[in-house]
């Protein structure tokens, strides 16, 4: 198994645009275009984090705060 990393997330739902910020070290802001319905946010930022990280989305989990806006996000390093 590898190393595992945590960021906090503060999701901002129904954005004009998904971005992923840096706001201090290890606390990032999301912009999500997403509604926070059916999960549809929390699989936006998943596939956004994935992305700006360049990992498999299957690396990146939402280890707490999946109904709230500031999430603790694990992201996995094969």
Do not use: H
Not at 7 to 28: C, D, H, N
Not at 53 to 71: M, Y
Request: net charge positive.
């Amino acid at each position: 198994m590898g190393i595992a990393t945590v960021i906090q997330v503060k999701a901002r739902p129904r954005a004009r645009r998904s971005s992923l910020a840096e706001t201090s070290p290890g606390v990032w802001s999301a912009q999500l275009k997403s509604a926070p319905a059916d999960g549809k946010a929390n699989e936006e930022l998943i596939a956004l984090v994935a992305q700006y990280f360049r990992c498999a989305r299957s690396a990146v989990s939402i280890k707490s705060g999946a109904s709230s806006r500031i999430k603790r996000v694990r992201i996995e390093d094969r």
